[in-house]
T-cell receptor, first 115, second 114 residues
Framework: DGGITQSPKYLFRKEGQNVTLSCEQN?????MYWYRQDPGQGLRLIYY???????QKGDIAEGYSVSREKKESFPLTVTSAQKNPTAFYLC??????????????FGQGTRLTVV | AQSVTQLDSQVPVFEEAPVELRCNYS??????LFWYVQYPNQGLQLLLK??????LVKGINGFEAEFNKSQTSFHLRKPSVHISDTAEYFC????????????FGAGTRLAVHP
């Protein structure tokens, strides 16, 4: 079945450590996104990538980094510079290019807890 | 730029009652509109979308939404809710044409009581 796989589902890290969240899709989608979800704040865009080897900052990119070396993979690194990293992280993908660009498809999320 | 306002953070309702979750958007250009549902500790699932054409859009699980351009609204409705509809619902907008990103509202938590 086609879809988006995020791993792990739960992740615990000590403060000051970098951590990488995995996102893989087999939908052959061009664009991939990372969102952060906090209670009562909806989803906020961290980074997005329209094409391999290219990505842009979203609204809250500080303290995060990404790479897009393969079309199907878009890992997110939460660095020690992120001041409040505990959150639910969602990866998404979509077809790009009018008129096909419509909805985004989401993974099941990774809950990161920093202690 | 686009923005989305979900007017209710929480909506309690009894089982089998009708429900409306309200969403207003702001945009100076034409947009696509979406409703997503999120169950606890899961990702988002698309309920329905408005791209063009008929303003009444039907989605999964018996939900429907009506696009009202003059009022810049896209309210979600269901005539009779079930306990299993308890979840968080997100309204989202994106600009039509070309690349663009989804802009989400803050979410509405629907709590269905027996």
């Amino acid at each position: 079945d086609g879809g988006i796989t995020q791993s792990p589902k739960y992740l615990f890290r000590k403060e000051g450590q970098n951590v990488t969240l995995s996102c893989e899709q087999n939908l052959n989608h061009d664009a991939m996104y990372w969102y952060r979800q906090d209670p009562g704040q909806g989803l906020r865009l961290i980074y997005y990538s329209q094409i391999v080897n290219d990505f842009q900052k979203g609204d809250i990119a500080e303290g995060y980094s990404v790479s897009r070396e393969k079309k199907e993979s878009f890992p997110l690194t939460v660095t020690s510079a992120q001041k409040n990293p505990t959150a639910f992280y969602l990866c998404a993908s979509s077809i790009e290019g009018a008129p096909r660009n419509t909805e985004a498809f989401f993974g099941q999320g990774t809950r990161l807890t920093v202690v | 730029a686009q923005s989305v306002t979900q007017l209710d953070s929480q909506v309690p309702v009894f089982e089998e009652a009708p429900v409306e979750l309200r969403c207003n958007y702001s945009s100076s250009v034409s947009v696509y509109l979406f409703w997503y549902v999120q169950y606890p500790n899961q990702g988002l699932q698309l309920l329905l979308k408005y791209l063009s054409g008929s303003t009444l859009v039907k989605g999964i699980n018996g939900f429907e939404a009506e696009f009202n351009k003059s009022q810049t609204s896209f309210h979600l409705r269901k005539p009779s809710v079930h306990i299993s509809d308890t979840a968080e619902y997100f309204c989202a907008v994106r600009r039509s044409g070309g690349y663009n990103k989804l802009i989400f509202g803050a979410g509405t938590r629907l709590a269905v009581h027996p």
